[in-house]
């Protein structure tokens, strides 16, 4: 390895670059953590285009999870009530084959599940997509994505015909609106918000909307803040399509020659009345028709979103609802402009150019699409129909699949189902139902190794070579820092040799990372995602660079081309070439609160933890940031149940009870309640706030509405005090 590696941080969707070196180098002194372990040294690569040496406190404290609690070598056990045992590879390999084989004996392949993640690399994602929907038949892979930014690519492509933000970072610095929804952007893309929050300071009239029922430190620094009823957010966005309707703040040009359905749009605002929308949405008018002046005012608008839309079970109905108000006032295809889905995972984006979702083949395809099933046939060297049309198993519907039995073999790599599936109690009892699960990790314990019959160690971030692209579509090549440890491996090496093991030698016969990148970026050629000029060597020569990058425009110029923006053309991928517009009326949530259950707990990241703390738990400046979970409630609310401050608080919905202690806030808005999601069993006892949420998703992207459910809240007795009595008067 170079001293110096650059690479990516593998946190959140921004893909911050990195420059990694030794821990000793030249003499200089050695970085240790709190155990006196030498460390890496990591910071900012100011040559990425995408954070120009930025990085947040995940990003600069990621080396000191390296080493501790590794799975160093595979693992086995016959039944769940027995201990791990060290094996061999070989011995791994072969259970796991005979496994594959005896179902596929027995017509069972569709009873063959993988259960992938973000955290992959693109050449782990590609690999996988072929074993499994290529090889063995079935469409059974699905990502934590599906829990992600499958709201997101729905809505993408029933607007525009293709997945892929159209947007780009330099916007962040050219748009006179950022409005923001369903994101808070300061603590979950901190790099992303640095950037818009520095222009907007500098720049009186950019003005900043922020959406959401907390008042988070993205929310502080907007000029409006609409602190909107969970679940309100289509009544809100119609509201705002419905004044620029009246003041006559659209495009009529850019909407005839376009787009289509407008007349269908046009219909459903019509109800969405000011005095309608602030009262079902609990803002006030004054506020609502100030949103829609900022946006119908502007002459470029760039809008943000995250976890809070496309987690809903209208995940899809919301992002087309956004990107309705982009079409309706032609804001979009020009720098400072365009619907901005702000990516949840560093390779997220690289899982779904790979076809990573249940639904998706290699370059942006779909499985129930004829001609797409053909053309990966032919590439791969299948027989006609071998490509099931069939989308497979989504992540939910693997954990019902485990109820019914119908799933004989779960393959999960890279993500921690333990914590982060909605109803959480039931996905564990399901979980024990699996006849064999083989669980991949860089790390040990998890929660979810406590359901695995086998243990894959997989080598992690900076320990193999490979490319992610992050939210604006900039493809990078994260070059190896240092080997694996112990006996880890990639995780394409290991889905290649159990191809290779079950018959399939000549389709996996990769000797590195680069050679499956060169045949993946094959299947993106003359598609929306086309990445045909790219390859391990131009990214290490060249830097990161944006897609679309076709072959043609390479060898032309001889330079990259990288596609800052999407549509500039005012062509969309549909049919006709034409945007569609999406006509919706709010529905509300899947679960409102009632009497029984009268708030909606809503929940989501803090600065310093990511996910499941599979990583930063094992951080000690990160878990002294963060060190225990948390309800935030408004002090109405605290008072009213006799709540205060630290205090320990039930909180119970119809699947579980979990235990929090209090914070009273006014950040908060009254009837709702806030818990972070980071904490499983492993880091706190009854603090799972996926043990409350539910499974009923989207019905277009099959996503989880894991943002809102209805709670009750039960104050655990404290001793009543003079104190007591004064906390609790000061909080209202």
């Known amino acids: 390895m170079t001293e110096i590696t650059k690479t990516l941080c593998s946190y959140c969707g921004v893909g911050c670059g990195l420059e990694v070196s030794p821990p000793a180098q030249h003499g200089k002194a050695t970085n240790r953590d709190s155990e006196g372990t030498p460390t890496w040294r990591v910071r900012g690569d100011r040559s990425h285009p995408s954070s120009q040496g930025m990085v947040c406190v995940k990003g600069a404290t990621i080396t000191e999870s390296l080493d501790k609690n590794r799975l160093h070598y595979p693992m086995m056990r016959n039944s769940l009530d027995q201990e791990f045992r060290r094996v061999s590879w070989d011995e791994a390999f072969d259970i796991i084959t005979q496994h594959i084989q005896t179902l596929r004996l027995n017509n069972a392949t569709d009873s063959i599940c993988m259960y992938g993640s973000g955290q992959f690399q693109t050449e782990d994602y590609y690999i996988a997509q072929k074993l499994l929907k290529g090889c063995l038949g ?55 918000f640095n950037k818009l929050a520095k222009y907007h300071k500098k720049n009186r009239h950019v003005k900043m909307v922020v959406v959401d029922p907390r008042r988070t430190p993205t929310a502080e620094a907007a000029d409006l803040h609409l602190a909107i009823r969970p679940g309100t957010d289509i009544d809100l966005l119609n509201g705002i399509a419905h004044l620029l309707m009246r003041w006559h703040y659209i495009d009529p040009l850019f909407i005839d020659d376009c787009t289509s359905n407008f007349p269908a749009y046009a219909e459903v605002i019509r109800h969405y009345s000011p005095e309608v929308v602030a009262s079902r949405c609990g803002i006030s008018i004054e506020d609502l028709e100030t949103a829609a002046k900022y946006w119908g005012k502007s002459k470029s608008v760039l809008s943000l979103w995250s976890m809070g839309v496309n987690q809903s079970s209208e995940g899809t109905a919301k992002v087309r609802t956004i990107i309705n108000l982009h079409l309706m006032t032609g804001q979009i295809g020009k720098p400072g402009a365009g619907p901005f889905s702000l990516t949840g995972q560093p390779n997220a984006m690289g899982g779904r150019e790979a076809g990573g979702l249940a639904h998706l ?13 053909a053309e990966v ?107 694996p440890p112990r006996e880890a491996k990639p995780d394409w090496e290991i889905f290649a040799e159990v191809g290779r093991r079950l018959g399939f030698k000549k389709e996996f016969a990769f000797n590195n990372s680069a050679q499956v990148y060169a045949e993946f970026v094959q299947l993106t050629r003359q598609r929306p995602c086309d990445m045909s000029g790219l390859s391990h060597e131009v990214l290490k020569t060249q830097g990161p660079i944006q897609w679309p990058h076709r072959k043609e425009d390479a060898l032309i110029r001889g330079l990259s081309y ?34 029984n259950y009268p708030f909606i707990l809503t929940t989501g990241r803090l600065y310093g933890h990511w996910h499941t703390q599979t ?9 002294k940031m963060h060190p225990e979970p948390f309800i935030e ?18 909180v119970r919905s119809r699947r579980g009870i979990t235990k929090f202690p209090a914070k009273v806030t006014k950040a908060i808005a009254p009837g709702t309640v806030f818990v972070p999601m980071h904490w499983g069993k492993l880091w ?44 609790l008067f000061s909080q209202w």
């Open 138 to 192: 079935t469409n059974n892979f699905d990502a934590n994505s599906r829990l992600c930014m499958s709201s997101a690519v729905s809505g993408y492509i029933q607007s525009f015909g293709a997945d892929g933000p159209p947007c780009c970072y330099d916007d962040l610095e050219l748009t006179d609106c950022a409005f923001l929804i369903g994101t808070n952007t300061a603590e979950c893309h901190p790099i992303v």
């Open 361 to 373: 083949l290699p370059g942006y395809r779909l499985v129930k699409n004829a001609q797409h099933r």
């Open 684 to 727: 706190a006892d009854d603090a799972e706030a996926n043990a409350m949420t539910h499974s009923q998703a989207c019905p277009d992207s099959l996503q989880p509405e894991l943002k809102a459910c209805a709670v009750q809240l039960v104050p655990v007795s404290v001793e009543i005090t003079a104190k007591n009595y004064q906390v």
């Open 377 to 483: 046939e032919n590439f791969w060297g299948l027989e006609p129909g071998q490509i099931s049309p069939v989308p497979g198993l989504t992540a939910w519907e693997i954990i019902t699949g485990l109820e019914t039995g119908n799933v004989g073999l779960l393959w999960i790599a890279a993500t921690n189902p333990a914590v982060s599936m909605p109803d959480l109690e039931r996905t564990k009892k399901a979980l024990l139902k699996s006849p064999f699960t083989i669980y991949q990790d860089a790390y040990y314990p998890t929660e979810t190794s406590a359901y695995a019959h086998v243990l894959l160690p997989a080598a992690q971030w900076g320990e193999k070579t490979g490319i992610m692209t992050n939210s604006e579509r900039m493809v990078t090549l994260c070059s190896a820092f240092r080997e």
């Open 633 to 650: 409630i408004h002090p109405r609310d605290a008072a009213k149940l006799g709540i205060i401050d630290n205090q320990s608080v039930e």
């Open 562 to 595: 990288a596609g800052k923006r999407l549509y500039t053309d005012l062509h969309f991928h549909t049919p006709d070439g034409r945007a569609k517009f999406g006509a919706y009326y709010s529905k509300g949530l899947a679960e409102p609160p009632d009497p």
């Open 615 to 623: 990583r930063t738990g094992r951080i000690d400046k990160i878990r």
